[in-house]
């Protein structure tokens, strides 16, 4: 399987998915510049963390413009896999490949730390590897990852089976104490409808090997092979 791991100015996750894609999952995996026009036969795109164009004006706005954007909004539209990780995941929402936006966190600071994730829907090829209501772990890492969407998309998600996580305490209980950014209904990731876009703001290359604590983000890369 081959991937395809787009690189904007600020991207800082890429090498990190690369390294999973291509040493821990030992599949093919290429970078593609932002300026690129074309992109290459593949199976899986990437939008990676970081800051691309160091978040200026708005988190993913400006690499929303980049030429090879029109590329992966072409191939998402067409049923290709397209995953995006924190920055990834704004991105997507600025290229309105997936609904909603990200906000400030609610406490106005960056968080960098490890919470927990309940699996909403099990049904999907990034999720299939999980069972459903597992409580899995990963880090976060952000100040703009409070997602807020209008009450008729948050029900079109619901009805729809497009939350992918949740934030949750160790017992799968979806509160408010476990939500670190106070993103609406606790939601950490969506799908688009197809249920070939993925978008979380939790770091899953960030746990895919034991040697970093943890293998709970691996199940995702997997379950695309």
Partial sequence: MHFSIIVFPGSNCDRDCYHVVKNVLHQ?????????????????????????YG??????????????????????N?????LGICNGFQILTESRLLPGVLLRNKNLH????????KVVNAQTSFTD??????????????????YFADPDTLKSLQDNQQIAFQYCDESGEVNEAANP????RNIA?????????????????????????????????????
């Fill in 129 to 146: 590897n999980y069972k459903l209501a597992t409580v899995v772990q990963m880090p976060i890492a952000h100040a703009e990852g409070n």
């Fill in 78 to 82: 067409k049923g290709g896999k397209v």
């Fill in 28 to 52: 093919e995996a290429d970078f593609i510049w932002h300026k690129d026009f074309v992109l290459p036969k593949t199976d899986c795109v990437i939008l990676p963390g970081g800051f691309s």
């Fill in 181 to 184: 950014n106070g993103a609406l």
């Fill in 110 to 117: 960056f968080i960098c730390k490890t919470v927990n994730l």
């Fill in 55 to 76: 978040d200026y004006l708005r988190c993913g706005a400006i690499a929303n413009f980049s030429p090879i954007m029109k590329e992966v909004v072409a191939f998402a």
């Fill in 189 to 225: 990731g969506i799908f688009n409808k197809e249920k070939n876009v993925l978008g979380l703001m939790p770091h899953p290359e960030r746990l895919s090997e034991s040697i970093l604590g943890g293998e709970d983000g691996r199940k995702i890369f997997e379950g695309l092979l």
